[in-house]
């Protein structure tokens, strides 16, 4: 770009356990996870997130969250419950996505595939 920007390189989460909460993300989407002091770093996507060590915990609605795509919609919610996320139904409900929170609170959406293509 003429602005000298080139994209988003890195998606950072504040987190009360950084290890713990990348260890999450990296059984939901795969990757590889480094831990850097009380930080971690996934890697492997299409976007490295980082999570970062914050003292306090998660207190309000995310103003950005992660849409997660799926082959099998089912079968994604059954994983991402199965390795700690709960559903987060009070966030808003609709047949085309699952509202889910991670094991901070952290809201995300996995998509049914007719949604995320």
């Known amino acids: 770009?003429?602005?000298?920007?080139?994209?988003?390189?890195?998606?950072?989460?504040?987190?009360?356990?950084?290890?713990?909460?990348?260890?999450?993300?990296?059984?939901?989407?795969?990757?590889?996870?480094?831990?850097?002091?009380d930080d971690a770093e996934l890697v492997g996507g299409p976007v490295r997130i980082d999570f970062l060590h914050v003292p306090e915990a998660k207190s309000v609605k995310n103003r950005l969250h992660l849409d997660v795509?799926?082959?099998?919609y089912e079968a994604a919610i059954a994983h991402a419950l199965r390795i700690g996320a709960t559903r987060a139904d009070?966030?808003?409900?609709?047949?085309?996505?699952?509202?889910?929170?991670?094991?901070?609170?952290?809201e995300f959406c996995i998509l049914r595939p007719s949604v995320d293509g």
């Open 90 to 106: 009070d966030v808003f409900t609709t047949d085309e996505w699952q509202v889910m929170r991670d094991p901070e609170g952290n």
């Open 1 to 37: 770009m003429a602005n000298g920007v080139n994209g988003i390189v890195a998606l950072s989460v504040d987190s009360t356990d950084a290890f713990a909460l990348a260890s999450f993300w990296q059984q939901l989407l795969g990757g590889d996870v480094t831990r850097e002091g």
């Open 69 to 72: 795509g799926s082959d099998d």
